[in-house]
């Protein structure tokens, strides 16, 4: 095989795998556009909220949860968690570890696009979040990846998150499972 076929083979098995990847995260949607930076994902608040009923929402201190929900995870044991963070208070803070009751393993994630073109997810210290400001944990973006779910949650449940803060604030939100098309 020439090498530039071996390049090849090497950068469709690559595309497969984050295919693959981005569909456990639920952040695949095959619309082919490119996911946004981190930096897109957070940005100061918009007038009315975005609280949806049908979502998880609670407060602590300056932090504000709304929209919290996980998507039915595509694999059983694999799954994602989205919602928006507002800090009201005049500090700025950072979302810096995430439990769940769904699994014993949950990261904060980021999607970006690669100098290729294809998507790739990555574990990341922290989501800023601006004093005065919000951030969003959305598909395609910043979000909570859930691994090693041995009870595999299906639409109508409930999971319970535990969000921290690097200013010392925790907040547990109640996320409904929703089917993927719901939940957008």
Same mark, same amino acid.
Not at 21 to 26: E, I, R, T, V, Y
Not at 110 to 125: I, P, R
């Given at each position: ?10 950068? !469709?098995?690559?595309?497969?795998? /984050? ?31 975005? !609280? +949806? ?7 602590? #201190?300056?932090?504000?949860?709304? #929209? ?13 968690? %989205? ?15 995430? !439990?769940?009751?769904?699994? +014993? ?7 970006? /696009? ?8 990555? =574990? ?13 944990? =959305?598909?395609?973006? %910043? ?14 449940? /409930? ?8 200013? #010392? ?16």
């Amino acid at each position: 095989m020439s090498p530039a076929a071996g390049r090849r083979l090497l950068a !469709a098995a690559a595309a497969c795998l /984050t295919a693959a990847a981005l569909s456990a995260c639920g952040a695949g949607g095959g619309s082919g556009a490119a996911a946004p930076s981190p930096a897109a994902s957070t940005a100061r608040p918009a007038a009315g909220g975005d !609280a +949806q009923p049908d979502k998880g929402s609670a407060a602590r #201190g300056d932090i504000q949860i709304s #929209g919290a929900w996980m998507p039915e995870p595509a694999r059983p044991d694999v799954g994602a968690a %989205y919602l928006t963070i507002r800090n009201s208070g005049e500090e700025d803070d950072a979302l810096v570890g995430a !439990a769940t009751t769904a699994s +014993q393993t949950a990261e904060i994630h980021t999607t970006k /696009t690669a100098d290729s073109g294809a998507s790739v997810m990555s =574990e990341v210290e922290e989501v800023p979040v601006p004093a005065g400001g919000t951030a969003r944990l =959305e598909p395609g973006g %910043y979000h909570l990846m859930i691994m090693g779910i041995s009870d595999t949650p299906a639409v109508g449940d /409930t999971v319970t998150l535990t969000l921290e803060f690097a200013g #010392g604030t925790e907040v547990e939100v109640d996320a409904p499972v929703l089917e993927r098309a719901q939940g957008r």
